[in-house]
């Protein structure tokens, strides 16, 4: 059975740090490319970061940009957000997400979420 | 404001048929054809509906359809059933750059 589990999130500061990871398992982790996706509380879905099969190529949208950095590890099936310099408008759930298929943007798995509030 | 323009609700009774639509730009539906649907419960995870415009994930009922005509995309609920009534977002892919775009969002009400 395919499962997505983030963790990582909690309350931070604003100009703070946090580190969120995404544990994969029932599938060769290192054969998809995955995804960050983000939603604000009573907000819709956005589009935060991707990554390649293998940690080579990422894109971020720009309202990220320059402050996180994706990353995974195929050794541990495990997907990472870095986000640092957090403002109060990054509060939301951060969900990890499966591509269906390469480069096609279709999410097929997703975790169940972990929210960051960014507050003082 | 979301890349992708959705009605914010719609509605329907038991058995009757609902299009939400999605309308996008030349430079992300109207070239593209990765164009995806999720449903959303409260409190839950998204959960993929169609992709590639038309295509069905296994599992999903056959009452789901999804279309495209120019720089819309439609998702079609057949035969209404109370747990339909979820949140819908479509998504595209825009490029190298923006990469993927969302809808705001909409809310089906089974009346």
């Known amino acids: 059975e395919v499962q997505l589990v983030e963790s990582g999130g909690g309350l931070v500061q604003p100009g703070g740090s946090l580190r969120l990871s995404c544990a994969a398992s029932g599938f060769t982790f290192s054969s998809y490319w995955m995804y960050w996706v983000r939603q604000a509380p009573g907000k819709g879905l956005v589009w935060v970061s991707r990554i390649n099969s293998d940690g080579s190529s990422t894109t971020y949208a720009d309202s990220v940009k320059g402050r996180f950095t994706i990353s995974r590890d195929n050794a541990k099936n495990t997907l990472y957000l870095q986000m640092n310099s957090l403002r109060a408008e990054d509060t939301a759930v951060y969900y990890c997400a499966r591509d269906l298929a390469v480069a096609g943007a279709s999410f097929d798995y997703w975790g169940q979420g972990t929210l960051v509030t960014v507050s003082s | 404001q979301s890349a992708l323009t959705q009605p914010r609700s719609v509605s329907g009774s038991p058995g009757q048929s609902v299009t939400v639509s999605c309308t996008g730009t030349?430079?992300?539906?109207?070239?593209?054809?990765?164009v995806s649907w999720y449903q959303q419960h409260p409190g839950k995870a998204p959960k993929l509906m169609i992709y590639d415009v038309s295509k069905r994930p296994s599992g999903v009922p056959d009452r789901f359809s999804g279309s495209k005509s120019g720089n819309t995309a439609s998702l079609t609920i057949s035969g209404l059933q109370a747990e339909d009534e979820a949140d819908y977002y479509c998504?595209?892919?825009?490029?190298?750059?923006?990469?993927?775009?969302f809808g705001g969002g909409t809310k089906l009400t089974v009346l």
């Open positions: 998504c595209s892919y825009a490029g190298s750059y923006t990469y993927v775009v």
């Open positions: 030349s430079s992300d539906v109207g070239t593209y054809n990765y």
